[in-house]
């Protein structure tokens, strides 16, 4: 079984009652953030970063 004060990215997966809680209290997400791993924050800015370029091409395009 998996150590519960564990924090990771998979975590969230299997259990979605602290997504929920990190919706309705967004510090929760930041103490979350602060206990993963280096290498799942890495992961996590990768993915937003991606996101925001997407994003960006999105609304350049649309603009055009």
Request: charged share 25%; no cysteine; glycine share 8%.
């Amino acid at each position: 079984m998996e150590n519960n004060n564990e924090k990771t990215i998979q975590s969230l997966m299997e259990e979605p009652e602290q997504v929920k809680e990190i919706i309705n209290d967004p510090s929760k997400g930041i103490d979350f953030y602060k206990k993963l791993p280096l290498k799942q924050k890495q992961y996590l800015l990768y993915a937003a970063a991606a996101g925001l370029i997407g994003y960006s091409i999105y609304l350049g395009k649309k603009g055009a």
